[in-house]
Antibody
Framework: EVQLVQSGAEVKKPGESLKISCKGS????????IVWVRQMPGKGLEYMGI????????TYSPSFQGQVTISADKSISTAFLQWSSLKASDTAMYYC?????????????WGQGTLVTVSS | SYELTQPPSVSVSPGQTARITCSGD??????AYWYQQKPGQAPMLVIY???ERPSGIPARFSGSSSGTTVTLTISGVQAEDEADYYC??????????FGTGTKVTVL
């Protein structure tokens, strides 16, 4: 069974750093792209970026370039999303999702989401 | 920046047909995908490649494309279909983008 399991909710202060994770299982983690999606409270879905765990090839949405870092460790089948200095406006639910094997398959499996709260 | 525009809300009675549109200039060049998101849950893929249905998705969900508009149709709407729906595609630089989202209310 394909699963993406994300790390738990986080409460942080502005200026702190954070790294959240997304562990894949039930499939060949290195052969499927992983995307990260932000959902701010009461708002819609926003595409942040994508990584290919096989070689860590990464592309960011222009809206998130320079704001976050996406990485992966294929030895533990895990993708990461990190911030070096959080802002209150980073408060949101963050989802990882797998892009299907074919580029035209859509985001076929999703993690349960990680809620990040940034507040002083 | 590129936008995919959806109506904010659609209301439909049980058993009737709900149609949700998604408009974007690059849609003739890129496939569209549709996701259902129920409160407190992660999104779920319901349509890919404009009109294909993943396994396990009921046949009442269908997708179509015409020019710069794609449409998700839910035939014979059931109470469990009440959710937010998002289209997704790519812009001219191959960057993925989500639509603005549509709240479907079953009356």
């Amino acid at each position: 069974e394909v699963q993406l399991v994300q790390s738990g909710a986080e409460v942080k202060k502005p200026g702190e750093s954070l790294k959240i994770s997304c562990k894949g299982s039930g499939y060949s983690f290195t052969n499927y792209w992983i995307v990260w999606v932000r959902q701010m409270p009461g708002k819609g879905l926003e595409y942040m970026g994508i990584i290919y765990p096989g070689d860590s090839d990464t592309t960011y949405s222009p809206s998130f370039q320079g704001q976050v870092t996406i990485s992966a460790d294929k030895s533990i089948s895990t993708a990461f999303l990190q911030w070096s200095s959080l802002k209150a406006s980073d408060t949101a639910m963050y989802y990882c999702a797998r892009r299907g094997y074919s580029g035209s398959s859509g985001f076929d499996y999703w993690g349960q989401g990680t809620l990040v709260t940034v507040s002083s | 920046s590129y936008e995919l525009t959806q109506p904010p809300s659609v209301s439909v009675s049980p058993g009737q047909t709900a149609r949700i549109t998604c408009s974007g200039d690059a849609l003739p060049k890129h496939y569209a995908y549709w996701y259902q998101q129920k409160p407190g849950q992660a999104p779920m893929l319901v349509i890919y490649k404009d009109s294909e249905r993943p396994s396990g998705i009921p046949a009442r969900f269908s997708g179509s494309s015409s020019g710069t508009t794609v449409t998700l149709t839910i035939s014979g709407v059931q109470a469990e279909d009440e959710a937010d729906y998002y289209c997704q595609s790519a812009d001219s630089s191959e960057t993925y983008v989500f639509g603005t989202g549509t709240k479907v209310t079953v009356l």
